[in-house]
């Protein structure tokens, strides 16, 4: 199995990757922390907490940082509603994160794996700056990095920028500089990555699991599901356990820090126009179909 930390903002698309981190027969998910994002630091531990406690699972979770490196924290409670998942009545968790935060878990977690643990990042990237930050020495422990962030074209956010991207552009430069392995799931795939109205609507009738999903779901983006929804962070997940589904371009990316209008872009050289060497492998394209079928395979294998 792949040893996998997942770094998430909770987030409905990121309840689907959590499901996916969690039921996937080829990952053994180690440890799960929270970072700022879609809501505040403390609404997203509780949201994670609450789904670790729906799925009975027994993974640790460490909360992470309360705001972006340099920057104020702009959220997302318009996508997600104010709690972060909206949609679902959760039971109060009885849980308890680590005292540690998370930086500090995921190196102490990195340091007693036997083998190189894989981390996933499907929010903003402020968590895993700090790691490389404080604890360079853990670069080695770290497998790969695949963050669901960014874009080759348009952004989600500002015309050029992506959420994840945007929220902290300083954490996303230090990462993308760090010399680690970058699988970047950006909006050039998640923006396919789109689940049909026909699809969510057999959800309820699958399980307990589907139920839940799909109520989030009917509040997803104010409950737009006549065109579909798309599973930004549940990219990353599928990546790890089924990458015949990507094409991926070995180029050299940078993020924006300073831009007037610009600041949180991924700068894809897919040409190579800048002459640098190549420090991300960025999904470009993505078998949709296969991609639902491994949804509902996955899907499937939930309580
Ligand atoms: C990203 O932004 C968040 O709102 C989603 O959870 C996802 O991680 C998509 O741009
Ligand atoms: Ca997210």
Redesign the pocket.
Known sequence: KIPVILDT?P????AMALAAALFSPQLDLQLVTTVA??VSVEKTTRNALQLLQFWNADVPLAQGAAAPLLRPLRD?AS??GESGLAGYDFIDHQRQALTTPAFQAIRDRLMASPEPVTLVA??PLTNIALLLTHYPECAFAIRQLVL??GSAGRG??TPTA???IAIDPEAAACVFRSGLEIVMCG?DV?HKAVLTPDFIATLPGLNASGTMLHALFSHYRGGSMTTGLRM??LCTIAYLVKPELFTLHHCFVAVETQGEFTAGTTVVDIEGRLGRAPNARVALELDVEGFRAWVAEMLALTP
């Open positions: 903002d987030g409905i698309d990121d994002g879609n997302a996508v997600h499907i929010g669901m962030g989600n956010f992506e959420f994840n909006l998640t930004h962070d």
